[in-house]
C-alpha cells in the first residue's frame, strides 16, 4: 500500500484529505505538521495518520506533497536536508518555479508542481499540474491519477502556473456570490432569497454552460435579450467599470505570485 505524506496541515491538505476520504481511495495517508493542534483535528475529521517528526514523516513516504505557504518552503527544505532514497514529491505551493525545488534535496528526489482548488474537497476540483522534461511517464500518471481523485486535472507548462493560479481561484465565485447577493438586498430583497438568487445566477447558469451543449456566447445571448432587463443590468455594470476592475486584480494577482516566486 503506497503511503503520501503531506508536509503541512493547512487548509489546502484539509480539502484534499476530504476529497480523497469522498472518493474512497485506498492508501495510507500521513501529514505533517509543526502544530499538533492541527494534527489532533486533521486525524481527528479525517483519520489519517500523523507524525511530528519532519524526518520520519518523509523517509516514510511514497509520494510527498508539499503544502505550505511559498515562504515556508525554502525553510522546510532546508530542514529536510539531501534525499537520500529515490521519492516522488509534489510541490502545492503557490508561485515556487520548479528550478528552485529540483536545487534543494539533491538528485533522488523527483518534483512536480500541482495547483489543486479547496473545492477538491468536494471532489469536483481542479488542479493544474506541471512537470520537469526528465520526469518519467510512470511518475507522471501517478501524480495526474492522484489528482484526479478530487476532480479535473489539467497539464499546462510552468511558464503559466501563475496566469492559471490567478485565473481558477473559487475566491472568484464567492467574491461575486457575496457582491451580487450584497447588492440584492440593497435593492429589497431578504437575504435568503438574496442568496439564492445570486447563486442560481452564478452557479446554475455556469452548470448550464458545462453540459457542453451551448457555447458561452449562444447562453449569453438567450439570457440577456437586448434592450431588456439582464441586458442593461449588464450594461450597468460594464459601465461602473466591471471590466476593468477584473483586470486589474487579475494584474495585482499575476505580481504577487511573481514575488512569492523571486522569493523561494
Known amino acids: 500500500m503506497s503511503t503520501v505524506v503531506f508536509l503541512g496541515g493547512g487548509r489546502i491538505t484539509s480539502a484534499m484529505l476530504g476529497g480523497l476520504r469522498l472518493a474512497r481511495i485506498k492508501g495510507r495517508f500521513i501529514v505533517h505538521d509543526r502544530n499538533p493542534s492541527k494534527l489532533r483535528e486533521l486525524k481527528k475529521r479525517y483519520h489519517v495518520g500523523v507524525e511530528g517528526d519532519l524526518q520520519r514523516a518523509v523517509t516514510s513516504a511514497d509520494m510527498l506533497i ?19 532514497s529515490p521519492t516522488l514529491a509534489v510541490s502545492v505551493a503557490a508561485g515556487v518555479p520548479l528550478r528552485v525545488l529540483s536545487k ?34 510512470q511518475d507522471r500518471k ?13 497539464e499546462i507548462p510552468e511558464a503559466k502556473f501563475d496566469a492559471f493560479t490567478v485565473t ?4 472568484h465565485g464567492y467574491q461575486a456570490l457575496a457582491t451580487l447577493a450584497h447588492a440584492a438586498q440593497e435593492i429589497g430583497l431578504d437575504c435568503k432569497t438574496a442568496v439564492l438568487a445570486s447563486a442560481h445566477a452564478l452557479a446554475d447558469g455556469i452548470l448550464a454552460w458545462r453540459d457542453g451543449k451551448h ?48 522569493r523561494a
Do not use: H, N
Not at 508539499?66 to 537520500?84: H, M, T, Y
Not at 501517478?142 to 489539467?154: A, E, I, K, T
Not at 459601465?239 to 512569492?260: E, N, T
Open 104 to 137: 534543494a534535496l539533491g538528485p533522488a528526489m523527483r518534483w512536480a508542481r500541482a495547483m489543486p482548488s479547496p473545492v477538491c474537497r468536494s471532489g469536483r476540483g481542479l488542479t493544474a499540474v506541471t512537470f520537469p522534461r526528465k520526469l518519467s511517464q
Open 168 to 171: 481558477f481561484s473559487s475566491s
Open 215 to 262: 457555447s458561452l456566447e449562444s447562453l449569453l445571448e438567450e439570457a440577456a435579450t437586448p434592450g431588456g432587463i439582464a441586458a442593461t443590468t449588464m450594461a450597468g455594470m460594464d459601465a461602473a467599470g466591471y471590466g476593468r476592475a477584473v483586470q486589474k486584480g487579475m494584474r495585482d494577482g499575476l505580481r504577487r505570485a511573481s514575488l512569492l516566486g523571486s
Open 142 to 154: 501517478r501524480v495526474r491519477d492522484f489528482f484526479l481523485s478530487v476532480g479535473q486535472v489539467v
Open 66 to 84: 508539499v503544502a505550505v505557504r511559498p515562504d515556508c518552503v525554502r525553510e522546510l527544505l532546508r530542514s529536510i536536508g539531501k534525499a537520500k
